[in-house]
């Protein structure tokens, strides 16, 4: 689970961001300004930080920039100045992405995932090769799914979805996080896009079905254990 950091002097704003990282399964840590942003950026780790521009004490700029003395931690800066001088600054400091007030919050969690995606280190071929689930072998690279040995054909979108979930293992994902980063968050389907395939997904994996958990008023997740306890 990946860990952010809210840097804002509004505690409304905080809040909102708060309440849809955590829907989308992130854990959040805040600050209310610069200074308290580079203590807690001192003592503790975190996958990205969000911060504001305009606060009290020490103003988004400056934390940045003391942040970026030691560390390449990805950073997305917020401010209701849209001048085009603040955003240039704001990458010449090495910001990653930089959003206007008043935004979208869930714009906002799609540049928070698409910063993410892009700050991991590449994954080996080993490692996204074969994983293994007692019968079920899932071979990303080769986009192929067999069970019991056998293997099992997939629409295009089922193989990324069972890979999205499979890498996203144990983790809570709501289906506007799997619409967003499984179809593209610019995709205009709806919740049943999702269940529909989690239906076709579970009739093709037979006895590994129940690995693909429903968490009602949530989504689903992929829980390897859930077939265990059967």
Same mark, same amino acid.
């Given at each position: 689970m990946a860990k952010l950091l #809210? #840097?804002?002097d509004e505690e409304n704003i905080r809040e909102v961001v708060r309440e849809y990282a955590e829907f989308d399964g992130y854990e959040v840590d805040e600050a209310s300004d610069g200074m308290e942003a580079i203590s807690k950026f001192k003592e503790n780790d975190y996958d990205l930080i969000i911060m504001d521009i305009m606060m009290p004490k020490y103003d988004g700029f400056s934390?940045?920039?003391?942040i970026r003395k030691t560390s390449n931690l990805p950073i997305i800066m917020m401010s209701a100045r849209s001048e085009e001088y603040d955003k240039l600054f704001g990458f010449e400091l090495g910001i990653d992405d930089y959003v206007t007030k008043p935004f979208s919050p869930k714009e906002l969690m799609a540049r928070v995932h698409a910063v993410l995606a892009r700050s991991k280190p590449a994954?080996?071929?080993e490692e996204e090769s074969l994983i293994r689930f007692d !019968?079920?072998?899932i071979d990303m690279l080769?986009?192929?799914v067999s069970v019991e040995g056998k293997r099992i054909e997939l629409t295009p979108k089922e193989y990324d979805l069972l890979f999205y979930l499979v890498k996203n293992k144990n983790i809570a994902l709501s289906r506007d996080k799997l619409l967003r980063d499984v179809w593209?968050?610019?995709f205009f389907g709806d919740d049943r896009t999702i269940d529909t395939h989690i239906k076709n997904l579970r009739n093709n994996l037979g006895d590994y079905r129940d690995m693909i958990v429903t968490l009602? !008023?949530?989504g689903y997740k992929f829980d390897a254990a859930a077939r265990e306890q059967e």
């Open positions: #809210v #840097v804002d934390a940045c920039k003391e994954r080996t071929e !019968g079920l072998e080769g986009r192929s593209g968050y610019d009602r !008023g949530v």
